[in-house]
């Protein structure tokens, strides 16, 4: 299977997990509030329990249609069987995705040697990153992130005024002032006339899921998102999750180019000195059996970083609860 063929695989397996989704919501038993017009609003799901039930809006009256205030009551709604059928066949065809996903995968060298140690990646968020990263030649780890909408343009919020791409100390030509980083989003296009936004939304909501399932996972990179979340709390900033998602593709970008053969550009910290602040690609194994794996034999060996060095990061990150 060639990376094309694995992209079109994980589309076919998104497009049917959210179909799957629409039809599970409507395949619940729930209560409901009919009235005399036939208008049926959903009371509550039975046996399940949502995460955003405080969120919702009370109905004001169980006796009184909130569609039309004519005289309504609770009843319990089955949803025909037929549904519930098609979502346990729906099902059945996302399992059978995932494991032609893995047989692709697991013969990969990322995975190998790196992705199979990393909390909060499996087979499909491999899949879909092994097809950006083998169908795509990035040159710079900067160019992978703006493929996925995570760098920054600098706008001037005086004059209106863009620069692409942003660069730490760029001024404004206009009015000399120091211009502000900003990520390309729909609001910011209309606000400063950028016109189209240069990369699929939809690539940059795929990266925030896989980074929130390495966040939710616990692992290493999870905690290193809890760090850099008291940082942002403390400064009024909602970017660790970007912060976090580059730093993961900067690790993927480092690992493929060390499995070619390629040169790997200085890290950003290691380039300006900051060698205290550089994150090497991080994994989620047991301190004392990191020399044991393969990411140690094949990269981490060779990727003249100190291993005493590396050991004691992934013990400090695995000792500090997040």
């Known amino acids: 299977m060639n990376p094309y063929e694995l992209d079109q695989i994980f589309r076919t397996y998104i497009d049917i997990q959210n179909q799957r989704k629409e039809l599970e919501n409507r395949a619940y038993d729930r209560k409901v509030l009919v009235c005399a017009n036939g208008h049926m609003v959903t009371v509550e799901k039975i046996g399940v329990k949502s995460p955003f039930s405080k969120k919702r809006k009370r109905l004001a009256s169980l006796e009184l249609c909130p569609i039309c205030m004519a005289k309504a009551e609770v009843r319990e709604y089955r949803p025909p069987k037929i549904i519930k059928d098609i979502v346990a066949e729906l099902k059945e065809q996302e399992k059978k995705l995932v494991a032609a996903m893995f047989e692709y995968v697991k013969d990969d060298p990322i995975w190998q040697f790196w992705l199979q140690y990393v909390k909060g990646i499996g087979p499909t968020h491999a899949a879909y990153l092994l097809s950006v990263i083998r169908t795509k030649d990035f040159e710079y780890p900067t160019k992978l992130w703006a493929y996925f909408g995570l760098y920054p343009i600098a706008v001037c919020e005086d004059c209106k005024a863009v620069q692409k791409p942003y660069r ?27 016109g189209t936004l240069g990369f699929d939304p939809t690539r940059r909501a795929r990266m925030y899921v896989i980074t929130m399932s390495l966040v939710m996972a616990g692992g290493v990179y999870g905690r290193v998102f809890s760090r850099w979340l008291i940082e942002d709390k403390a400064n009024n900033k909602r970017t660790a999750w970007v912060r976090l998602a580059k730093l993961f593709l900067a690790h993927l970008y480092e690992v493929d180019r060390r499995i070619r053969g390629l040169p790997v550009p200085k890290p950003y910290m290691i380039e300006y000195g900051l060698h205290n602040e550089y994150i090497p690609p991080l994994i989620d194994e047991k301190p004392e059996l990191i020399t044991k794996t393969q990411f140690y034999e094949k990269l981490l060996s060779n990727m003249h970083y100190d291993v005493e060095k590396y050991i004691g990061l992934i013990r400090e990150l695995s000792e500090k609860k997040a």
């Open 168 to 194: 730490h100390g760029i001024t404004c030509p206009k009015c000399g002032k120091p211009m502000k980083p900003k990520l390309p989003t729909k609001v910011v296009s209309k606000m400063y006339n950028l």
